[in-house]
């Protein structure tokens, strides 16, 4: 993983703080180390470098996304069933 460490840009290197909470920060460590990066430095320019070439999600889509994810554990759910019944849908 040491890639994350490379400077192929040629651009001066920075130092950036933030904040974070305890538990938050507990969470990357275990992530970090259980996904064999050298150190959580790396694991985080990685996780962003690739948020930044790869944007998967916009806010709206997470928050959708987490809402499904919440109806889901509340068993607000409809069957594939149902969904075709309401709306006219055949399966073929």
Do not use: C, H
């Not at 933030?18 to 969470?27: A, G, R």
């Not at 928050?63 to 409809?78: C, K, Q, S, W, Y």
């Amino acid at each position: 993983m040491s890639e994350a460490d490379t400077n192929d840009g040629g651009d001066d290197i920075a130092t950036v703080n933030f904040k974070l909470t305890e538990s938050f920060l507990e969470q990357i460590d275990d992530t970090w180390q259980g996904r064999g990066f050298n150190s959580r430095s790396e694991f985080i320019r990685y996780t962003l470098r690739d948020a930044v070439e790869f944007p998967t999600f916009d806010r709206d889509e997470l928050v959708a996304l987490l809402e499904a994810e919440e109806d889901i554990r509340e068993g607000r759910t409809t069957s594939a069933e149902e969904a075709r019944e309401r709306f006219g849908t055949s399966d073929e």
